[in-house]
């Protein structure tokens, strides 16, 4: 028998360390095949000798998660992370809600019923809702197998290579990066609604101002975080309910005109699709821009209580959020708001249609409160950008894609503050627009986003496919907790849908062709495959095959007594479950 040497990197559940290197020994069995992925045990790990004969073994992952030598009594034993589970089920339930509706759903719908008519914005909105949606159920099947802050970006690694890890990783933190800058870039549109700068105020004094805050709630305890967004959303959620009366009070005769408005609207002028299938591909990339963060809800797992039993719940109301709130929001404008309605292509929160349909019902007044309402949520969905940004810049450490003993650095509060303050760096750009012009920067940062969260789907639907390739490969499949019912269908559908989208979104560039225009669509095209070329080159890896797939590291196992626990809730009927739901979901 002889010895095998591997490298310890598990890292520490305690103190502010993020993990040591270090070769420790452990025997190799010559019968059995040596995984590809070796488990990770604390430095100095004395193995008893029965285990060490199986360490190897892969005959079935079971066997793996049976002979290797983990806590049984913290669920936590096989999770690399070091982050404090804190965010409870309100913050998070509220966060899935309507955490990231803000300036793609408040700014660009303005521009994209100018752009492609009422038609194409009621059905963009609809197919781009139906592709979230897939999405989500492919995300919420590993992430509740696998609850880490990491999420899909990890995942990534563990089904797929090193160099498609590297290439979304880095896609996905330069996403949220750049929305950080596009969020206090909308930030001075929003403030442009009462010509602040002319009072004495200058925007980038107030993108500053934005940008320190955003940084403090996320440097400090994550529960800060939780509730500040917690209670920004409350207010999203209100104001889009209020703005759904308001539409129908507009619609049905209380506007300037004192008349039925109905669908009007849609027989306008080129109404309803404006520049035909050019104008509808077009509204793809911004639709995606406002759709975008929904998948990054995944990345609070590591940070939430009792995942096991709160990731479904969550996964589970994505459906009714994208029919209410993205759905519905666009219906109504589609019908109150002409196409034509003046200056409405400019993007500008003075002609955003959830303030034109306020003032419609009222006064000035009125849109004032309107705006108001897009100020919070812009820094909300800038809030949230930065904390789903340095969750993935931390785990880019926690991979070696990054130097770990600088990124993985967590405070006392269990934050990984590095990784928060150089994602937040990136927002700095936005004090650039204050002197190029807000409008046309936001555009473009508009756009770039956009198609990277078309690419981060694109690569969810890639990863979840492996996932259950793999799952079925070492008969685990029967361990899901919960499983996406599209299986194996949405998966494809996603992956051959979204790369059709991405291809002929930038259609209006061609005809007649406009470089800014095809550059600002097609830039992360080239940004993608770039990194996954570079890492490819250095590493020369390749795709892990199934059988060779790890399904132990960051796997979370609930105890006995999480599992009792979520079965006598589950069990609450009446009174007791109402009182349940009140204390898990709203107080």
């Known amino acids: 028998m002889r010895r095998h040497s591997i490298q310890s990197t598990h890292s520490s559940r305690s103190g502010n360390s993020a993990g040591s290197h270090s070769d420790v020994e452990y025997v190799y069995a010559p019968d059995k095949k040596e995984i590809s992925t070796p488990l990770d045990f604390e430095e100095g790990t004395t193995l008893p000798a029965k285990k060490k004969q199986n360490l190897f073994s892969v005959h079935t992952a079971q066997d793996d998660i049976d002979n290797a030598l983990f806590d049984e009594e913290d669920p936590e034993s096989r999770i690399r992370e070091d982050l404090s589970r804190s965010l409870k089920p309100r913050h998070v339930s509220l966060i899935s809600i309507a955490g990231i509706i803000g300036t793609g759903l408040y700014l660009s719908t303005s521009k994209s019923l100018a752009t492609g008519g009422p038609a194409s914005l009621f059905m963009n909105y609809t197919i781009m809702g139906m592709v979230v949606y897939l999405t989500m159920l492919c995300l919420g099947e590993m992430s509740t197998f696998m609850p880490i802050s990491g999420s899909f970006v990890s995942y990534a690694k563990k089904f797929g290579s090193d160099s498609f890890a590297m290439a979304l990783m880095w896609n996905y933190w330069f996403n949220d990066a750049v929305s950080v800058a596009s969020d206090l870039t909308a930030l001075q549109l929003v403030m442009d609604y009462w010509k602040t700068s002319e009072k004495g105020f200058p925007y980038w004094a107030a993108s500053l101002l934005f940008w320190f805050l955003v940084l403090c709630l996320n440097v400090i305890h994550v529960r800060v975080y939780g509730e500040t967004e917690y209670w920004l959303a409350m207010l999203k959620v209100i104001a889009i309910i209020i703005f759904f009366i308001l539409s129908i009070v507009v619609n049905v005769g209380h506007n300037p005109q004192h008349e039925y408005i109905g669908f009007k609207n849609w027989n306008h002028g080129e109404a309803p699709f404006v520049n035909g299938f050019k104008g509808f591909a077009s509204l793809f990339v911004s639709a995606s821009f406002a759709y975008g963060g929904t998948e990054s809800i995944t990345l609070t797992n590591g940070e939430t209580e009792n995942p096991i039993r709160n990731t479904p ?19 109504f404008i589609a019908m109150n708001v002409p196409y034509d309605y003046p200056g409405i292509a400019s993007g ?22 309107m705006n108001a ?8 969905a800038c809030n949230h950008a930065l904390f789903a940004g340095s969750r993935v810049m931390y785990n880019m450490g926690l991979e070696g894609m990054l130097p770990r003993s600088i990124f993985c650095k967590t405070n006392r509060y269990k934050v990984p503050y590095v990784s928060v303050i150089c994602t937040s760096l990136i927002g700095l750009l936005a004090f650039g627009s204050s002197f190029i012009g807000a409008g046309e920067v936001w555009t473009w940062l508009q756009n770039i986003v956009g198609v990277s969260n078309q690419i981060a789907w694109l690569c969810i639907g890639i990863t979840s496919i492996r996932f259950r390739k793999g799952l079925a490969k070492q008969g685990l499949t029967h361990e899901l907790q919960f499983k996406n019912w599209t299986y194996p269908w949405g998966p494809w559908i996603l992956v051959i849908f979204v790369s059709f989208i991405i291809l002929v979104q930038g259609w209006s560039a061609f005809d007649p062709w406009d470089v800014k225009n095809f550059f600002s669509v097609y830039l992360e095209l080239f940004v993608f495959p770039a990194c996954f070329i570079v890492w490819w080159l250095i590493k020369r890896d390749k795709f892990v095959k199934a059988e060779d797939m790890d399904f132990v590291t960051d796997r979370y196992i609930p105890t006995k007594e999480v599992v009792e626990m979520n079965e006598r809730l589950d069990a609450l009927k009446g009174w007791p479950k109402f009182k349940q739901r009140l204390h898990e979901y709203v107080l």
């Open 313 to 331: 719940k969550i996964i589970r109301t994505v459906f009714w959020r994208i029919l209410i709130f993205y759905v519905g929001s666009t219906f």
């Open 348 to 369: 500008s929160v003075l002609t955003s249609s959830f303030t034109i349909v306020f003032q419609m019902a009222g006064s000035r007044s009125a849109g004032s409160f």
């Open 373 to 380: 309402v897009i100020m919070t949520s812009v820094v909300s």
